[in-house]
């Protein structure tokens, strides 16, 4: 079918903004498919593997919108102006001064003086000038915009510790605070465990497990990926931690971040264990760790997973020894071996399928990944490696065992994240398929306020056709965990069952897919290390 690309020049959308409007292009009758991107470069080479990029779309520019759309040539030009005025937006008919939305921090202050929190999902360019206003009103701020400088963000932090605030962010995705669910959060019960954390999904993930063993939450502060490097120095995680200390509702405390700087780490555990409650840590690094530890005989436990994480505070939030866990993986551990050894078997030991595919939209849950395959089957590739070596030239290419990061920045400037949009996941899953030497497909699915309405509705038909595009289908395994409760909107257990009535191998966490995956790899094949 013919292919149709408009420049739209000089044009900004949010990434919400653009999954609706290509949404309802790709509605429209005589539309085949349908993209509206920002003119990057790698969303243009995206475009153009898909086949989606024509000469005119080549001269876009990086502040360029690009509407791409294929389909029956007849309706190309009437699909396009209505692409256009979806995304003009006007004003509603009938709207009066009472609906309009504030423009400004000042004005949303004016018209909602209690107001004590701002969430800033602007431009980077943008968002630190957006963040230093809010805190000069007062307001804790929620920074989900990314792109913002180490030094901007020091200079944010500094201001809201000095006015007893919390500047969560840049590229915060997730908080609870007081039973309020901000960004990417699940529904999950109060309780009795406050988390800290410098990973969005990560948060996601420990808070889901407690709340299914009906363990809640008290308060969850993300903090931002780049919180406990040497630049920033961990300043808004020890400002948390000293808010938890001083909450009389929160008993236990859990801090997670993906590599973070040794020395502030350590500085972190210190703060811990001099602290008046007990506290666990994943702290993620290039290798996986004991499954859990004690640090230097306080009440302050080291764990290996997510998963671990959550088993821990669960025993201390039940008065129980968190040691106790060990055991518990260990038997979760041989059950996960034992059902490794059926499955490869399907497949077949020194066979042409032998590589193993991790498609995340979560970042935390793609290096727990990336770690638990590392330990088990050796190097990893990725858009986001746990060691340089082992970045992938092409992140648009597996190679080997790889592992990708769909929500790393390559893949959302100008486009919708992959937890709210599984576009991108489904083109490069039917492209992994393709692949004869692609054996197992792991994934993540998130639910929660602000990911996708129904992930299994979207991936459910992909995965059968990419069953259907492999040669010897049969062979192709897909496994994956879901980070969600069954009071999110999308539903926990009607998602599962979707996913398992397709012959996707769910499994309880992250840490188990990536075990059962990595066990699967390792007994199909022996690697030449």
Known sequence: MPIQCKILQSRYADSVKLMNVARKVREQEGVEDAALVMGTETNMHLLERAGMLTSAGKQAGANDMILAVKGDQNRLDKVMQMAEGWLQGGEKEGQTEKTIRPRTIFSAVRKNPGANLAVISVPGAYAAAEAHTALARGLNVLLFSDNVSVPEEAALKKAAIEANLLLMGPGAGTAILNGAALGFANVVPRGPVGIVSAAGTGLQEVSVLLARTNIGISQAIGVGGRDLSDAIGGAMTFHALRSLDQDE?????VVISKLPSRTVAGS???????????AVVIFMGPTLEPAISRYKNKSVYITATLQAAAMAAAALSEGRDPLEIVDVLAEEEKKLALQATELAARIGTNQRRKYGRGLFSGGTLCEEAMRIWATRIGPVWSNAPLHSDYRLPDSLTSQKHTVLDL??????????HPMIDNDLRIQRLLQEARDPETAVIQMDVVLGYGAHPDPAAALVPAILEARSLAIDSGKLLFILSITGSDQDPQNYDHQRAEFENAGVLVLDSNAAASI????ILGKIIKEDH
């Open 516 to 519: 059962l995956t990595a066990e």
């Open 268 to 278: 972190v555990l210190e703060s811990l264990a001099e602290g008046s409650k007990p």
């Open 249 to 253: 509702d929160t008993h236990v405390v």
């Open 407 to 416: 929500g790393e920045e390559e893949f959302t400037v100008g486009r919708p």
